[in-house]
């Protein structure tokens, strides 16, 4: 089995996802899976700036195009392995974690990831999320996709860690990442049009998902920690902790020593 974990960092750096990255790389050593960091943009997705909706300020400042959709250029490694992991790089992976994520994803499936709903959440992050899962899923022709008897809303996954087998090659069609990320059908999740202004590519993944009719595996919440997300007594039985909310950590996390001590 070729196994591969793929992080995007670019930008500024930070020392929290320094840290973050350093952690994943060793990782991939233990669980005998190749690594790779992309540390410039290669895809560039631009929204259409005679339409969109997203504010200059969320791209413009990084040349016109939206780093959040740089991560779906793992998918040009495809043909070349079984399965991948796509991490974000502020994940942090416990160094005494020996477990494989590939192992608990299995080969059965085309994708595998965490959905939020399933997380021990606070109260408040449960509040957070049915909200959020109105904002983005509740629109007439994708709200009938997921599933909604649940406190926390639709069941969407967090995309800060998923796992994609070779099988998921047949939904792409041959297509290139930028292919992919061009289709009409995503335009306007491009676009940021509507209550999409703010979206990342965990909407159109998680929509891609569902009308392709993907056999998935829901992984157990210990692979993506949401950080403040989870309860606080939670984190100490997860994998993989997501500082997922960077700017409302203490000095937006970049006193890692401090952050370290409530990990555990």
């Known amino acids: 089995m070729k196994r591969l974990i793929y992080q995007v960092y670019t930008g500024k750096r930070s020392k929290l996802y320094d840290h973050c990255t350093k952690s994943v790389a060793e ?24 339409v969109t909706n997203r504010s200059k300020e969320s791209y413009e400042k990084y ?5 959040i959709y740089e991560k779906e250029n793992a998918f040009s490694y495809l043909k070349s392995y079984d399965q991948i992991a796509i991490i974000d790089a502020d994940v942090y992976i416990r160094p005494e974690c020996t477990e494989s994520i590939f192992d608990a994803a299995g080969t059965d499936v085309d994708f595998a990831g965490v959905l939020e709903r399933d997380m021990p959440c606070t109260p408040q ?16 022709n994708i709200n009938p996709l997921f599933d909604w008897k649940h406190p926390g809303g639709a069941d969407f996954y967090n995309m800060g860690i998923m796992v994609l087998n070779k099988s998921i090659r047949k939904y792409l069609n041959g297509e290139t990442p930028n292919q992919f990320l061009r289709r009409p059908r995503f335009k306007a999740f491009i676009d940021g049009m509507g209550a999409w202004k703010w979206s990342t590519d965990q909407t159109l993944l998680n929509v891609w998902v569902k009308e392709e009719k993907m056999k998935v595996k829901n992984l157990s919440f210990k692979w993506n920690g949401l950080f403040t997300g989870i309860e606080m007594n939670k984190i100490k039985e997860c994998n993989f902790i997501h500082f997922f909310l960077k ?11 401090e952050l370290m001590k409530y990990v555990g």
């Open 125 to 140: 992050y449960v509040a957070k999320i049915a909200n959020y899962s109105r904002m983005q899923y509740s629109m007439p």
């Open 63 to 67: 040349g016109g195009f939206l780093p």
């Open 27 to 50: 990782y991939a050593k233990r669980i005998d899976a190749e690594y790779i960091v992309q540390k410039t943009p290669i895809l560039m997705i631009k929204p259409d700036p005679f």
């Open 247 to 257: 700017d409302k950590l203490p000095q937006a996390g970049e006193n890692v020593e």
